[in-house]
């Protein structure tokens, strides 16, 4: 049995070249150290799961009781924010199981090539739907408003503005989720995880890593040295007819 996901904190986004010199953008995500702060059993809870916790300095003052409790009964230092991930069952020949108290470190991801990220977006404020939802607006002559959505509800019947109505409010700050993020490096000295590609919410915001849940098929002999472009081939070909 072990944990299939962690928390991490974003630390900023940079670039990366690989062996054919072809840059990639990637975002550097500090993932953990981690701690198991409870357990959650089918026989007693309902299901498998583990609560973890990301290890971040904070002052005792700051926990209420319950919580100095909850965290006394695992004994495990006060964290700053929790989660639950689940717990995927152990194979064949490992008879290592997770307890609370475990610390869970970036390479769980040692096997994996690609992880799924779950994060709060940037809070944009009240927005209009020109920003919001990408309306074209209005004309822009002189006399016109440009960023007003128009006619938002029927006359007579059904006299009511739909559900669902895309009109100006709130954007932003909302739960994000990013699938199939490929991990273009590992660095488990520091804590570090480079995951290609952009990832939501703003630097130092916190963030759940966890193994893809539908990783994408790999395709062989489809990229690399040993890929057969069809228009030499065919050329080649070709050319031993000759």
Known sequence: MSVTGILGKKIGMTQLFDER?????????????CV???????SKDGYDAAQIGYVDFIKASKVNKPMTGHFAKSNVPPVRM????????AKEGDDAAVKAGDRVMVDIFAD????????????????GVVRRHHFGGGPKAHGHMFQVQGSIGASSYPSRVFPGQRMPGHMGH?????RNLRIR????????????GAVPGPRDGYVLISKAKAP??????????????????SKKASAKKK
């Open 36 to 42: 198991i702060t409870q357990l959650k059993t089918l």
């Open 82 to 89: 929790m989660k639950e991930v689940p717990v995927e069952v």
């Open 112 to 127: 994996d090539k690609f992880v799924d990220v779950i994060g709060t977006s940037k809070g944009r404020g009240f927005a």
């Open 21 to 33: 010199g072809d840059v990639h953008p990637v975002t550097v995500l500090k993932a953990g150290p």
């Open 174 to 178: 909302a739960q994000i989720t990013v």
């Open 185 to 196: 490096g590992i660095d488990i000295e520091d804590n570090l995880l480079l995951v290609e």
């Open 216 to 233: 994408p098929r790999e395709r062989r002999g489809f990229a690399g040295g040993t890929t057969l472009d069809p228009l030499k081939a």
